[in-house]
């Protein structure tokens, strides 16, 4: 395993503060869009037919298509040209977009712009991703990728739960000032972590680059198994963002009610990431990413029961212990997939995380809705099911090359 240096270089202190800032104002301002765009796009908050879900649906898929499809060319430019420039170009882009968008309701015209956006938000995460595994050490670089998946999904968390929020207040008419709004948040990280960095922001990459070699590497066997479980977990994710706000509306829970329980939740996330991490950088990676495993499959037998006999406390009590420990697998998974990657290829090898996760969503959306379509309730087990025996079996394949010594043992 390669080592990354010592320390930070004086003149390198700023850069993760910068990554962190622009990370959560960015999440931030995905998080508010996607509360309101089914109801953007549909004209309608409540009471969406099946066609409105099925529009909203492949309108919304869009932009992860867009992500994983590029997201791999984000990072061979990350590598090359460097890191802040490609992080700023995708959210100067990723403003632009926002900002069009407010302006139509065309959806011809949304689904171009989300699909950009998701080539925008691709270029974003794998640039900044790069830069924590640049600047943390492999003793603390769990820590470190927990900070960052703490500004990451409380920018998500708190931005989905405003954007649900504005949408139990605005009319319908006058969700476009959602986008104005997000277009501002970004616009705010750009500004604030641009003058952190400084010139260094247009400093170039490597002169010289070998990406037949960098690609081969992001696509080692111990690469895939630490990244291959978030496609299970974001084909969960990916449905619940795009049609919680509008399903609770349809059976008369208030989206401010909702908002609060998720902003709560979410606040939970800015002390559980880091520490998590630090316990990946203590106990191993591998140990914390098996307790993030056991909390996802708490949660889908919860799940599983929750759809078949209703609410219930021990149902509840279920599902909150298992999000609790599912939390543990995301910095241990981000800093066994940085100390697996080349110093000369990061950007590239965390693009796979990134590319990953936006396929997750699109086949998260393709199938629940189908087999929910389809089968009703009935579908959704087996569906549960599936993505419970993936994340098992992919955790043992993880151990199994612990144990051979075939990969970094922490």
Not at 33 to 43: I, Q, S
Not at 138 to 165: K, P, S, T, Y
Not at 321 to 328: D, I, P, R, S
Not at 335 to 362: K, P
Request: glycine share 14%; no cysteine.
């Amino acid at each position: 395993m390669e080592r990354t240096e010592a320390s930070p270089a004086p003149g390198r202190r700023s850069e993760l503060p910068a990554v962190f800032t622009a990370t959560f104002f960015v999440r931030f301002a995905f998080g508010i869009t996607v509360a309101v765009f089914a109801a953007y796009l549909t004209h309608r908050s409540t009471g969406l037919t099946g066609g409105d879900l099925g529009t909203a649906g492949l309108v919304s898929a869009l932009a992860p298509v867009g992500e994983f499809s590029t997201v791999l060319l984000s990072g061979v430019a990350a590598d090359r040209w460097g890191r802040f420039v490609v992080l700023f170009a995708g959210m100067g882009g990723a403003t632009l977009l926002f900002l069009a968008i407010a302006t139509t309701r065309s959806v011809v015209a949304l689904g171009t712009a989300n699909l950009l956006f998701g080539v925008a938000s691709g270029a974003i995460l794998a640039a900044s991703l790069a830069v924590v595994a640049d600047r943390s050490r492999d003793d603390e670089r769990g820590h470190e990728m927990g900070r960052f998946d703490a500004v990451n999904l409380f920018g998500w968390v708190a931005g989905f739960a405003f954007g649900l929020g504005l949408e139990g207040l605005l009319p319908n008419a006058e969700l476009g000032g959602v986008f104005l709004l997000g277009a501002a948040a970004i616009a705010v990280g750009l500004l604030t972590a641009g003058s952190l960095v400084g010139h260094r922001a247009l400093e170039r990459g490597l002169a010289s680059f070998d990406v037949r070699r960098v690609l081969r590497a992001a696509f080692r066997r111990p690469v895939l198994v630490v990244t291959l479980p978030w496609l299970a977990i974001y084909s969960l994710l990916g449905t619940a963002l795009a049609f919680l706000g509008t399903s609770a509306a349809g059976v008369g829970i208030r989206p401010g009610y909702v908002a609060l329980a998720i902003a709560g939740g979410g606040s939970l996330l800015v002390v559980s990431q880091p520490y998590f991490g630090r316990l990946a950088d203590r106990a191993g990676r591998t140990t914390m990413m098996s307790i993030g495993t056991a909390g996802f499959v708490v949660v889908l037998v919860s799940a599983s029961l929750l759809v078949r006999f209703g609410v219930s406390v021990p149902v509840l009590v279920g599902i909150g212990v298992g999000v609790a420990l599912a939390l543990a697998y995301g910095p241990a998974a981000l800093a066994a997939l940085a100390d697996l990657a080349l110093a000369q290829g990061r950007a590239t090898t965390m693009a796979i995380y990134s590319l990953t996760i936006s396929l997750g969503m699109v086949v998260g959306l393709v199938a629940s809705t189908g087999l929910y379509s389809r089968y009703g309730d009935d579908g959704l087990y087996p569906y549960f099911g599936a993505i419970a025996v993936a994340l098992v079996g992919l955790t043992l394949v993880r151990w199994a090359e612990v144990r051979r010594a075939t990969i970094p043992v922490r």
